[in-house]
């Protein structure tokens, strides 16, 4: 069976994670939303997204075809009722469309299809906050499903651990001289990853393959530390997607931070109003404020955002992609995609700029920054230039 990933209609409550890729790559838990059908369906997948970024993220059909809502991710119920489907056949999660059977290149009608009700209640991720505030039950669900039937590697002697069946090492980890406390959910150290001395760690937790702890870091759950990230000082409730970096102390909760982004040394910020109010984000949809339902919600930062040492960050902070953030004082709560600036004002961060540090940091990573990513990129500029005032 032919399975397709679709974005849905949560991708712009997404945004601005998703001007860079398709909802499916978005990262949660211990794994991006593809990598967990993937695993669970024992297949590969393909991506029905926006066309300009569909020369990175193809889709390929065939002659029958199971398309997914990527906002939904599996469950034990989802996945059995998917693998039922039948042509001209759908699941529904009451006006939303989660799954269908198509033919290739058939006209669907859904009024034509017979319908069933999702079952069970799988994790959704409809808004750009249910990444952090639902990150904690997705790497409750990853961590069962990468760890089963395996076996961790060895607790380093002198490392301190609670509640050991809860964690799972990698191969290639290292973790000497730190303080590993999975009472309060998992703890999985990925594939050639470290935690320097010193380092304290509460669950749900992940570090991905090839990324750091620096010493004496303090982590509380839920935490993702995606792959190839450096991270240290003080993290609560985040989510680093990837190849990104909060290399020096400083605090950060209750945020989402992309690739490719760096925060400079002693970046904090809020996540909780001085009044206890709820928190309101700037919203892609409405372009304006929203409500989060949320008395916790700190920074969301788009790829390749990047800000100065001793930068801060107000609660409900949300930073487009490409943006360079410096100086005293506290920028405005919505900072549009390659603004230049902070708290006296910005400017337009030109493209030309822009590409030139990205190919740099990427090559730091052994990446090519491609004609791919630079055609993204140029397209991102073009659609969020309203929200720029030179």
């Known amino acids: 069976m032919n399975y397709i990933l679709f974005d849905g209609p949560n991708r712009e409550a997404l945004l601005p994670f998703t001007y860079t890729r398709p909802v499916a790559d978005i990262r949660i838990g ?58 001209n056949q759908a699941i529904y999660d009451g006006d939303t469309i989660v799954a269908f059977y198509a033919l290739e290149d058939q006209d669907v009608d859904f009024d034509l299809f017979e319908t069933f009700l999702c079952k069970g209640s799988p994790i959704k991720v409809e808004k ?47 973790l000497p001289l730190c303080v590993l406390n ?31 702890l620096k010493m004496g870091a303090k982590i509380y759950g839920p935490t993702t530390i ?22 020096h102390d ?12 760096n925060l400079g040394a002693d970046t904090n910020n809020s996540n909780l109003k ?5 928190v309101r984000l700037w919203s892609y949809e409405t372009e304006n404020f929203a409500k989060t339902g949320l008395q916790f919600c700190g920074l969301m930062m788009g790829d390749h955002s990047k800000c100065g040492i001793n930068t801060m960050f107000n609660t409900g902070t949300i930073i487009g992609v490409s943006a360079n953030i410096f100086g005293s004082g ?24 822009a590409f030139e540090v990205a190919s740099v940091v990427m090559s730091r990573r052994g990446l090519d920054f491609s004609t791919q990513d630079k055609a993204i990129l140029e397209q991102v500029f073009e659609q969020t230039s309203a929200y720029r005032k030179d």
């Open 182 to 212: 999975a009472t309060s959910g998992p703890i999985y150290i990925g594939k050639n990853s470290e935690i320097m001395e010193g380092s304290l760690v509460r669950g749900p937790f992940a570090l991905c393959e090839g990324s750091v």
């Open 250 to 261: 400083g605090y950060l909760g209750n945020s989402i931070v992309g690739e490719w982004c």
């Open 30 to 87: 211990i794994l991006t939303i593809r990598e967990k059908w993937e695993l669970s369906l024992g297949a590969t997948t393909t991506t029905i997204t926006e066309d300009y970024l569909s020369e990175k993220y193809p889709m390929v059909e065939m002659e029958d075809n199971i398309m997914i809502n990527s906002s939904y991710l599996p469950s034990d119920t989802l996945l059995k009722q998917i693998k039922n489907l039948s042509k």
């Open 330 to 353: 506290f920028p405005r709560n919505f900072i549009p995609s390659f603004s230049w600036g902070g708290a006296s004002g910005f400017s337009t961060y030109l493209t030309s700029k």
């Open 128 to 174: 750009s906050w249910d990444i952090f505030s639902k990150n904690g039950a997705a790497i409750a669900a990853d961590f069962e499903l990468i760890t089963a039937g395996r076996t961790s590697a060895v607790i380093p002697e002198r490392t301190e651990a609670f509640n050991t069946e809860q964690i799972f090492i990698e191969e290639g980890a290292q």
């Open 274 to 278: 001085n009044n206890y109010a709820e």
């Open 226 to 247: 995606g792959p190839y990230s450096k991270i240290g000082g003080e993290v609560n409730n985040s989510v680093f997607f990837g190849n990104s970096n909060k290399g």
